[in-house]
């Protein structure tokens, strides 16, 4: 959530920054939201004189032991006329909540201008990206392999999900440990295991609600007991809230945790995308990286996160690119987004396959998640950041298409034969 004090007190900066973005602010409406705050704040505070004065002449009468039924029935008609205003201020600042809630991030300094994905500004790549002549894409392979079935899922769900079989179940489980071994063992973070589901306080931290609720799947609350649980549309969501509404001390920053996850999403703004495969599904892998840091300390950790995301697709042999999005393309919550591209012969294209994030103190406030500021000992907002490391889906995507064989077999990256106990190729059974 943006600060208010900083809207209210400078809204032409926060206009012209939200401006990057495209036609997000209302600036309208937040006006004739400030121009009633501050009449009914006018006219409550008035009151409240009023309550006062009141008070003190009915002491007063009574003090000269006068009758002082006159001035009680002026100072109920007072309370309850300042009962109604503070009423009305509460409606309105609810409101106003609202208002900033749907309101995303502004963009950071160096985040570039630009109105869509075509504007974004790549960085660099790594690796030799594999021809497209002649090359299958990942449905067809793993089709032939007769080990992924989406005829199958779609018995037993509808669209967009898939069932894997073998070997190539097999190697998504792989892909899990490895990504989970290389964060822990090398990059210094802590595995964490979190619920799938959660409340909707947890989603409105991090960002997800009210704006991106059609894409949330939700719990039928006759089944929960009336609460508000939804699945998870990442590990960001359960990972991120641990913090809410906490105090951490400097001494035990930077927070640096990975969690893998299903995740779950309705794909609600994706009609008629990527429809073929495993590209954009319903239900899908990710290995996570978070990270809470001191606010100085965040556009560093950004550099960081990204290094760590880009080493699982080094390992894996795997052609990519850095893009750095430009303010139109950023997601809701994020101040500064670099994306991973891998290269999939196919469709002879970079596709994203991690998003890393700073979210600089957007969604600590949401949360109230703060850290005690080593001088003052006061509580600070801190700053929150995160990215995939991997989508392990895509992951499995990008190697079937970039390690295919003439016959259809696929050899098995390197870093992956540990977890599979030594197996170089993967055929058909």
Request: aromatic share 6%.
């Amino acid at each position: 959530m943006l600060d208010p004090k900083l809207l209210r007190s400078n809204v032409d900066l926060v206009a012209a920054q939200l401006a990057r973005r495209g036609p997000v602010f209302d600036r309208a409406r937040f006006e004739a939201l400030e121009a009633r705050r501050k009449a009914l704040q006018t006219e409550t505070e008035a009151l409240q004189a009023e309550r006062n004065a009141g008070s003190r002449r009915v002491g007063q009468a009574k003090a000269r032991n006068e009758d002082a039924t006159p001035l009680l029935e002026d100072l109920e008609r007072i309370k309850r006329r300042l009962a109604d205003s503070e009423q009305a201020l509460a409606r309105l600042a609810a409101e106003f909540e609202e208002f900033l809630l749907g309101l995303p991030n502004l963009p950071a300094p160096d985040t570039p201008d630009g109105r869509d994905e075509n504007d974004n500004r790549e960085l660099r790549r790594w690796g030799t990206p594999r021809s497209a002549q002649g090359a299958r894409d990942h449905v067809e392979l793993g089709e032939a392999l007769g080990q992924m079935d989406f005829a199958a899922a779609a018995k037993l769900t509808g669209a967009r999900f898939v069932v894997l079989r073998g070997d190539l179940a097999r190697l998504q489980r792989a892909l899990i440990a490895f990504m989970l071994d290389l964060h822990t063992r090398e990059h210094g973070y802590e595995e964490l295991y979190v619920p799938y589901i959660v409340n909707g306080e947890s989603l409105r931290g991090t960002g997800q609600l009210p704006k991106f609720g059609a894409d949330l799947f939700a719990l039928d609350r006759a089944a929960t007991g009336g609460a508000d649980w939804r699945l998870i549309p990442t590990a960001e969501v359960p990972v991120t809230n641990l913090l809410r509404e906490t105090i951490v001390e400097v001494a035990d920053l930077p927070k640096k945790w990975v969690a893998h996850t299903p995740c779950f999403r309705a794909e609600a703004g994706a009609a008629g995308k990527d429809t073929r495969g495993m590209i954009r599904q319903h239900q899908f892998e990710k290995v996570e990286l978070v990270q809470a840091t001191l606010p100085e300390k965040s556009d560093e950790a950004l550099e960081a996160l990204t290094g760590h995301a880009e080493e699982v697709l080094k390992r894996l042999e795997l052609p990519y690119r850095v893009v750095a999005l430009c303010a139109g393309d950023l997601g809701f919550a994020a101040r500064k987004t670099y994306d991973l591209e891998v290269w999939l012969p196919s469709q002879n294209r970079y596709r994203e396959i991690s998003s890393c994030s700073n979210f600089g103190d957007f969604q600590a406030r949401r949360l109230l998640a703060r850290y005690r500021h080593p001088q003052t000992r006061k509580p600070e907002l801190l700053h929150t950041l995160n990215g995939s490391g991997l989508a392990v889906g895509r992951s499995l995507v990008a190697i079937l298409e970039n390690f295919q064989n003439a016959d259809g077999s696929i050899a098995v990256p390197a870093a992956l034969r540990p977890y599979l106990g030594g197996q170089a190729r993967i055929e058909r059974g």
